[in-house]
């Protein structure tokens, strides 16, 4: 079984659309991430959320919005997109018990707005 | 998240030892340090973290110096799946009010296995 999964794995859209990313982990993790990788390989944490409450959200346009419905689901909803958006997103979890919280990443979603 | 120190790149004969140097002098006492690499068109994969000591399991080992201030990752049998980008970081790992903050990611360095 994948312990954290992404849908879809490659999206083409055009700008301006909203599109979702829904992420899943089966490892019963407490925290999720989305991290999003430029063009140059830059990978930076855009959100972070814990027991569906958000902890992180570092300088991320507000057309992101994050969601939790449960601890194992953290879905990425974009409005408007510009061509900058395209990337590739992944959503990562861990269990943060004990003070050590190696993270778990999905195999990404690669966007790409034309 | 401490700040680190990579090589961009390294080469490494098949079937040799790879070191994977790090520096990060300014890690906190309470920031593991933690090494992922990622392979070509893949997500990030843990491979090894440390406080103090060193430590092995097994995909690698990684030596910490006595003051932290650098460590070094080994892959003791390199093979060509090896090749990919190694990361690094400094991390604090969970927050005392429960979860934890994103991982911080440099550049890494890009290593090569050669057959």
């Known amino acids: 079984d994948t312990a954290v999964s992404q849908t879809p794995k490659y999206l083409v859209t055009q700008m301006g659309n909203d599109k979702s990313i829904k992420c899943e982990q089966n490892?019963?993790?407490?925290?999720m991430y989305w991290y999003k990788q430029d063009s140059k390989k830059f990978l930076k944490i855009m959100f972070s959320?814990?027991?569906?409450?958000?902890?992180i959200n570092e300088t991320v346009p507000n057309r992101f919005s994050p969601k939790s419905p449960d601890k194992a689901h953290l879905n990425l909803h974009i409005n408007s997109l510009e061509l900058g958006d395209s990337a590739v997103y992944f959503c990562a979890s861990s269990q943060d018990r004990g003070g050590v919280g190696t993270q778990y990443f999905g195999p990404g979603t690669r966007l790409l707005v034309l | 998240d401490a700040k680190t120190t990579q090589p961009p790149s390294m080469d490494c004969a098949e079937g040799r030892a790879a070191n994977l140097p790090c520096n990060h002098s300014?890690?906190?006492?309470?920031?593991?340090v933690y090494w992922y690499r990622q392979i070509h068109s893949q997500g990030p994969q843990y491979i090894i973290h440390?406080?103090?000591n060193n430590e092995t399991n097994e995909m690698a080992s990684l030596i910490i110096t006595e003051d932290r201030k650098s460590s070094t990752l080994i892959l003791p049998h390199a093979t060509l799946r090896d090749t990919a980008v190694y990361y690094c970081i400094g991390h604090r790992g969970s927050r005392s009010g429960g979860g934890a903050d994103g991982l911080t990611f440099g550049k890494g360095t890009h290593l090569i296995i050669q057959p």
């Open positions: 300014t890690i906190s006492g309470n920031e593991y």
């Open positions: 440390g406080l103090k």
């Open positions: 959320y814990n027991n569906k409450e958000l902890i």
């Open positions: 490892l019963g993790h407490d925290t």
